[in-house]
């Protein structure tokens, strides 16, 4: 109830102080939205970078040291036995082996596609996946469907991403959404070579059917069901036995560096090139956001120093009505209140402006990226991630700004002598 | 023995010198000064004879003096600065030369401010606009001070003394900024409220004021002295 009567005091002092007080909210606001503008812009690029390198903190890829003791004895592979004593590390859930294709295998294209005459060539790389690893997204069966029938595969959303902004661009082919091309066959040749100019005995014609678009298939080539590759690899007498990797699903994000160390006492080691190359770019990311946002908490601290200085020169001026105030009874504290107030007041305000001048601030960046910037690769909708946790921090420290701005003039004003305000 | 509503005893005010190595300027030497319940007493004396700093001492606002200062039986040197500001909001009304309104705020909110502090006044709002009714200002309670003649600046000033129903009143020559008629109407307030029973004690130079008291003094070289008695 006091709280409300001081208020109802300090919103007459602030209407009669509107145009002074207002350029303190100014320069409050003017930090807060570059606060709130670094941090919203660090944030989304923090989204885009996950956009392109998807890494999930409770999965490691597990695959044999490319020079390893073991390998040069010959007799380092992920076996199935392996396979299970990988899986039965403390605190893996479940253990996704993957399997690459070790036969050559081609695709020859002539015909249309979509609507436009294409000719085209490529050597195919694939992976075999459990079918359970890629079943949230598939949307055709991903299992062996016997020798006759085409194989089911599942490209990477980004290869998709690559081919919309640049291969198609190029090409003057449409661009394509993942609906429009599952159940699409592509016919593959295997056990041929365009690289080596090689075909090996007794080649297979067969093709390929779109099944989906994971994050979680191979990025280098194509994804097929593990049984698939483990037949073809064996009907052309490749190894059809043990793992080119294993990816291992953690319980918990906190039983993954248990989880590495018991991965390296196998002799095995953690693939973490995608991860590393995220977190270069996460730390980057953060870097410049903490290097802009201590610019913005620079600009915020002048602001504060304004605050104090305007606070300092409302207290000067208004010493009789202050002596007034003691004189009817306000305690020191009351005084210093009725100050605090206005410049939570003031601050409150300065917060909410430099929000709205930040999502402004946004809003035109990414109008002018969408309008002006050439559409590439993984361009996010918008290079700005605002949420809650921005208004309250862009809220409270424009509010502790203003208090701290105002604190030594409150100070003052509250040990103002009344008798000497009153006689002024 | 009559209940004191006020009491100085041997009050000493100094004041720093003016230039170094002066001697510091003496304002009061030994000032006594008794003020019954219920009384209604004048101060007379010239500019800078001391008036101001007098209420000020009373109502707790200057505590730079020798000498003890009663108020209703309290000693106001033992009270801390929060019951001194109490002491102020629920016994005490100041009435002030330049009215000392706050010019953000409209007459009724200047008359509420006691009500912001301290306990709050009960029934702020009901008393407020009653306060205000009777100093003649019920239809001027949304305006600003800026908009009101020095009469009604001064009678809303009045208003905002009277909100939480003080014992005491100071008034600091309440009319001198006043006109003659407009001045009349003040001094006829003050004049009801004694009849009612609050103690009023107003330091003055105006003759007409002195003529309203029951009792007057006069501050002469630091001390008070018996003047011209009142009505």
Request: aromatic fraction near 6%; glycine fraction near 10%.
């Amino acid at each position: 109830m006091k709280g409300a009567r001081l208020l109802r005091l300090a919103r007459g002092n602030l209407l009669r102080e509107l145009g002074v007080l207002s350029v303190s909210a100014g320069g409050v606001g003017l930090g807060i939205g570059c606060l709130v503008f670094f941090l919203a812009l660090g944030a989304g690029l923090r989204l885009a970078v996950n956009d392109v390198f998807p890494a999930s903190t409770r999965e490691v890829e597990v695959v044999v040291p490319q020079v390893a003791f073991g390998s040069l004895l010959g007799d380092l592979k992920i076996d199935d036995a392996l396979l299970k004593r990988l899986a039965a590390i403390h605190g893996v859930e479940r253990a996704f082996p993957k399997m690459a294709l070790r036969v050559p295998a081609v695709t020859r294209y002539n015909g249309m596609f979509f609507g436009h005459e294409l000719h085209m060539g490529l050597e195919i790389i694939a992976t075999g996946l459990p079918p359970e690893l890629l079943a949230q997204d598939v949307r055709a069966p991903f299992e062996d469907q016997g020798e006759s029938k085409p194989i089911p595969a599942v490209a990477n959303r980004r290869l998709l991403e690559l081919y919309n902004k640049v291969f198609a661009p190029q090409r003057g082919l449409p661009r394509l959404t993942d609906s429009m091309l599952i159940g699409f066959q592509i016919p593959v040749e295997l056990g041929r070579s365009y690289i080596v100019g090689k075909t090996m005995d007794n080649p297979q014609q067969t093709a390929l059917q779109i099944a989906g678009f994971s994050d979680r298939a191979a990025l280098a080539g194509i994804s097929m069901p593990l049984a698939v590759v483990r037949r073809i690899n064996a009907r052309f007498g490749a190894d059809a036995e043990s793992y080119s990797s294993v990816l291992l699903r953690a319980r918990s994000s906190q039983a993954v560096p248990g989880i590495a160390e018991a991965v390296k006492r196998m002799g095995l080691e953690i693939d973490e090139s995608e991860r590393r190359s995220a977190l270069q770019i996460g730390q980057a990311v953060e870097l410049v956001t903490l290097a802009l946002s201590l610019l913005a908490a620079l600009i915020t601290a002048l602001a504060a120093i304004n605050t104090t200085q305007t606070f300092y020169a409302s207290v000067r001026e208004r010493r009789r009505e202050i002596g007034i105030l003691r004189a009817v009874g306000a305690t020191r504290g009351d005084v210093a209140a009725v100050i605090l107030l206005e410049a939570a007041a003031t601050g409150i305000a300065g917060g909410i402006f430099g929000i709205v001048l930040a999502r402004t601030a946004a809003a035109l960046l990414d109008w002018f990226a969408k309008t002006h910037l050439p559409d590439f690769p993984f361009k996010p909708q918008s290079f700005f991630h605002f949420g809650w946790g921005h208004v309250g921090l862009g809220v409270g420290v424009a509010l502790l700004a203003a208090l701290f701005g105002a604190f030594f003039p409150a100070r003052a004003a509250a040990r103002l002598d009344p008798a000497k305000a009153l006689s002024e | 023995m009559t209940e004191l509503a006020a009491k100085l005893v041997a009050v000493e005010k100094r004041y720093p010198p003016r230039e170094p190595g002066a001697a510091p300027q003496r304002l009061f030497a030994g000032l006594d000064l008794d003020v019954a319940r219920g009384e209604f007493v004048a101060i007379e004396g010239k500019s800078g004879s001391g008036k101001s700093t007098l209420l000020h001492i009373l109502g707790g606002l200057d505590r730079q003096f020798a000498g003890e200062a009663y108020v209703f039986g309290q000693a106001l040197r033992g009270l801390t600065d929060n019951q001194l500001a109490t002491l102020r909001h629920q016994k005490l009304g100041f009435v002030f030369q330049s009215f000392n309104l706050l010019p953000g705020l409209s007459a009724l909110d200047n008359v509420l401010l006691p009500d912001a502090f301290g306990s709050g006044v009960p029934d702020a709002a009901r008393r407020a606009r009653e306060a205000l009714e009777r100093v003649g200002l019920a239809d001027k309670a949304k305006a600003r001070p800026a908009a009101l003649s020095g009469g009604e600046r001064q009678r809303v000033a009045i208003a905002r003394a009277l909100l939480s129903r003080p014992p005491l009143l100071l008034a600091d020559e309440p009319t001198g900024n006043l006109d003659a008629t407009t001045g009349e109407g003040v001094i006829a307030l003050f004049r009801e409220l004694h009849k009612e029973g609050m103690t009023l004690l107003i330091v003055t130079h105006e003759v007409r004021v002195s003529h309203a008291a029951e009792r007057v003094l006069v501050l002469r070289e630091g001390k008070l002295v018996p003047g011209e008695e009142g009505t």
